[in-house]
């Protein structure tokens, strides 16, 4: 039987090096993983540049690369991306950012996640209906993300991306005038347009009840908006179109979720609290439904940026429990790997390819018994591209076409 369903299952950040604290191993060799090492057992291994050899991947252009969409030719930014996983309907031409919530004290920037507020739903609803730019010609969608994230998105005529932040990435220090790159007259444009929106948002949130609630409180109050990131949203060819599979996101994180929007996969929504098993059941019923499902497991890369080591090593555990009810079902495809590596080491993305297992009906098994990044280098599919991922994987489910004759 020929497997018919696709499990991409990206642990975010997974490849690492050597860490002095796990006695010279990564992560993942140090950790006991009884059903990832049973997927590279009986599937086929390797190693994959996400994006290409020596290119330190983010995320966001990794993704847009192991689904097929080169970034090269796609990505505009992690604004628009973003926006889009916040809930933001984004359309072609619209200018998104990354936002985020802070406390400003007399005019200084005191607390760049607003005293680490939770809920901001009221607060940005606030901001979304009260922030007026018809001045300008613009319209803006504003959307609450976790904690005290948030996204922005511009809509109108003569608008750019290329415009600078207000976020002066510090504390003590005033929000900064966003100012044109390039010297356009869409840029000058749009960074009046920025302004306006922060000077705005500021005014809307200074003496909202729920920022006197938390002053009252002895909380910091989410008195202003720092925007980031600007990108223009792109045009993407809609994913069930470009490989003929209907296909859904599972990921906790807005960025993966809105880079699968955007493609054209449906959003099962996930927080970043939702326990892994509750999150490996939707992906379960999901694959009930659809040909296809992107799920990204975050956090392995938030303990390598933050040089965790051991709890990489705990958590890669965790994950090797939680994904075992994708063992048992003989119609999937499932290919495991990371989106880069993030080793603990340095704290960073780095460009060391990921370990991969092909898993499922038809594969050439090879000798590989351990998913870790040096067993997999000895795999069957050697080192391979990122870009070539979805294509390996449409042949092994029968679902590419012939090239040539
Ligand atoms: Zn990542
Ligand atoms: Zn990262």
Redesign the pocket.
């Known amino acids: 039987m020929t497997a018919s369903k696709i499990l991409l299952l ?1 642990i ?2 997974v490849g690492d090096r050597p860490c002095e604290a796990l006695g010279n191993k990564t992560p993942l060799q140090a950790a006991s993983l009884p059903n990832l090492d049973t997927l590279a057992k009986t599937g086929i291994c390797g190693i994959m540049d996400p994006v290409a050899a020596g290119i330190r ?3 966001d252009t ?2 847009l690369s192991l689904l097929g969409y080169p970034p090269q030719q796609y990505y505009t930014g992690r604004g628009p991306l973003e926006a889009a996983g916040c809930g933001i309907s984004m359309e072609p031409g619209m200018i998104g950012f990354r936002a985020n919530y802070a406390t400003v004290t007399e005019g200084l920037v005191s607390d760049r996640r607003a005293g680490r507020i939770e809920d901001t739903k009221e607060i940005s609803r606030a901001v979304k209906e009260g922030v007026d730019l018809s001045k300008y010609g613009v319209t803006i969608e504003f959307e609450p993300g976790t904690g005290h994230r948030a996204a922005l998105a511009l809509k109108g005529k003569g608008l750019s991306a290329d415009v600078t932040t207000n976020d002066p990435k510090k504390t003590g220090a005033a929000p900064l005038t966003i100012v044109p790159t390039k010297d356009t007259a869409e840029a000058k444009h749009t960074a009046e347009v920025c302004n306006e929106f922060a000077r705005q948002a500021a005014g809307i949130l200074e003496n909202h009840p729920v920022n006197l609630d938390r002053i009252k409180a002895g909380k910091n109050p989410a008195n202003a908006v720092l925007i980031r990131g600007a990108g223009e949203m792109g045009v993407y060819e809609p994913f069930e179109k470009k490989h003929e599979l209907t296909g859904s996101v599972v990921a906790a ?1 807005a960025l ?1 979720a809105g880079i699968g929007v955007s493609v054209g996969l449906e959003r099962i929504p996930v927080l970043p609290t939702t326990p892994l098993s509750e999150q490996v059941n939707l992906v379960m019923s999901e694959l009930d439904k659809k040909d296809f499902v992107l799920f990204n497991i975050k956090n392995a ?1 938030e303990y390598g940026h933050d040089g965790k080591a051991q709890e990489k090593k705990d958590f890669l555990e965790k994950i090797d429990e939680a994904i075992k009810p994708f063992l048992a079902r003989e119609d999937l495809l499932i290919a495991v790997c ?3 590596s ?1 080793p603990c080491t340095i704290k960073e ?1 780095s460009a060391d390819p990921v370990p991969l297992i092909i898993h499922g009906d038809g594969v050439r098994v090879d000798t590989v018994e351990k998913y870790d990044e040096i067993s997999c280098a000895a795999g069957g599919m050697c080192r391979i591209c990122g870009g070539s991922l979805m294509a390996i994987l449409l042949d092994l489910v029968d679902k590419t076409h012939k090239y040539g004759a």
Do not use: E, L, N, Y
């Open positions: 990206i975010d950040g991947a983010g995320s990794s993704h994180a993966i890369d990371g989106d880069h993030t993305h």
